[in-house]
């Protein structure tokens, strides 16, 4: 099985790459239990990669913390009494999607700066913990930027009027803006964590 694995390594990334973005665009329209059953299965899928191909284990926490991420997401486009959403209803102070947007880069930071350290040590290279999160940080919030400029596309572009993902001028900024407090806090609990326990990354036997 290691052989195969390591064998056809660039074509299951490939395929677990495709996998994770299909499942991400279908994401808000797909069911409860159907979600229930494709994130768990495709966490397992990359853990059981990582772990055959680079002999590396992934912290289940992380994953819980990327599952969790999802449920969160589910939750917000659950349809309650056929109308009501979360995503949809306007809160007085805080939208359910400036909470996504701050507490989702809390909970996936944590997974980066790990996966990164790990990478990192797997070829060799030994860098400091901090300089690691502040490279994690730096690559969430490029991904962020980039989601808004798709967003902006698909509501410029694809929608027969403009407005229906834009919800206003400082909608863009607004997004950013929470991604960068909840990533900077998710960076900084995992960079006290790590440290702290001064943790190595597990290599199997």
């Not at 790459?17 to 299909?22: L, M």
Request: aromatic share 16%; proline share 4%.
């Amino acid at each position: 099985m290691s052989n195969i694995v390591k064998r056809f390594g660039p074509l299951i990334i490939a395929g677990l790459f495709i996998w994770g973005v299909v499942f991400l665009l279908k994401l808000p329209h797909l069911k409860v239990w159907k979600i229930m059953l494709v994130c768990p299965s495709y966490l397992w899928a990359v853990y059981a990669f990582v772990k055959t191909r680079y002999g590396v284990k992934i912290p289940l926490s992380l994953l819980f913390l990327v599952l969790a991420s999802v449920a969160l997401d589910t939750v917000g486009n659950l349809r309650f009494g056929g109308a009501f959403s979360m995503y949809d209803t306007k809160f007085k102070y805080f939208q359910y999607d400036e909470f996504m947007h701050t507490t989702v880069p809390a909970l996936i930071a944590p997974v980066i700066v790990w996966l990164l350290r790990a990478g990192l040590d797997y070829f060799g290279h030994r860098l400091p913990l901090g300089l690691v999160t502040l490279f994690a940080m730096t690559i969430m919030f490029t991904i962020s930027g980039f989601y808004e400029i798709v967003e902006l596309w698909d509501d410029k572009y694809m929608w027969p009027t403009p407005g229906m993902r834009i919800h206003g001028s400082y909608d863009t900024a607004n997004d950013l803006q929470c991604d960068l407090i909840g990533m900077t806090v998710g960076g900084l609990m995992a960079y006290a964590i790590l440290k702290r326990q001064g943790e190595a990354v597990q290599v199997a036997a």
